[in-house]
């Protein structure tokens, strides 16, 4: 399941306007690369530990990523985790992403001195 969703993910985001561009000029193997993302989903869903990389140091280094990139990333995994796995199953992947796409964000933010987002206030009258 995992490899039929990122390779059906990955052909959509080769050809998508607004992300093909980026990765067409970055990666030079694709195999490379699924094989890569396989093992990353892996590791994720079924923590096999199979994915050796460092995500947030790969997205720091794209100057150009901003938040709608990230959206509309987030938009196709989203089509296409529904299309190609059961609901159930799609669930998981999208919550993953979800979580792993603010991770990733939140660190770019960091790393351009947005500072860090200020926490919600605590309400008032509480001992902490
Ligand atoms: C939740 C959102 C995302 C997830 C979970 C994700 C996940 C990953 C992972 C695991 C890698 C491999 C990292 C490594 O080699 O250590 C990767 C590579 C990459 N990602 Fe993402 N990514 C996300 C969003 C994006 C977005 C929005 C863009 C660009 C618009 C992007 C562009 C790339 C590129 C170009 C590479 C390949 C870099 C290289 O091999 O030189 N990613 N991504």
Redesign the pocket.
């Known amino acids: 399941m995992i490899k039929t969703l990122v390779h059906a993910f990955y052909e959509r985001v080769r050809i998508d306007p ?2 093909g561009p ?2 067409n ?4 193997d694709w195999d490379e ?1 699924l094989d ?2 396989c093992a ?1 989903w892996s590791s994720v869903t079924l923590m096999t530990g199979r ?5 947030m ?3 720091i ?2 100057a ?2 901003t938040p709608a ?2 959206a ?3 938009a196709l ?1 989203q089509a296409t985790a529904l299309k190609v796995c059961p609901a159930e199953a799609a669930q998981v992947f999208v919550d ?3 979580r ?2 603010e991770s ?1 964000q939140l660190g770019i933010a960091l790393h351009r001195g947005g500072g860090i987002p200020p926490l919600k206030q605590a309400p008032a009258g509480r001992e902490v």
């Open positions: 607004m992300l980026i990765f000029r970055e990666i030079r690369h890569k993302l990353f994915f050796k990389g460092t995500p140091r790969v997205h280094g794209l150009e990523i990139h990230f509309r990333w987030l995994f993953r992403a979800h792993i796409g990733l």
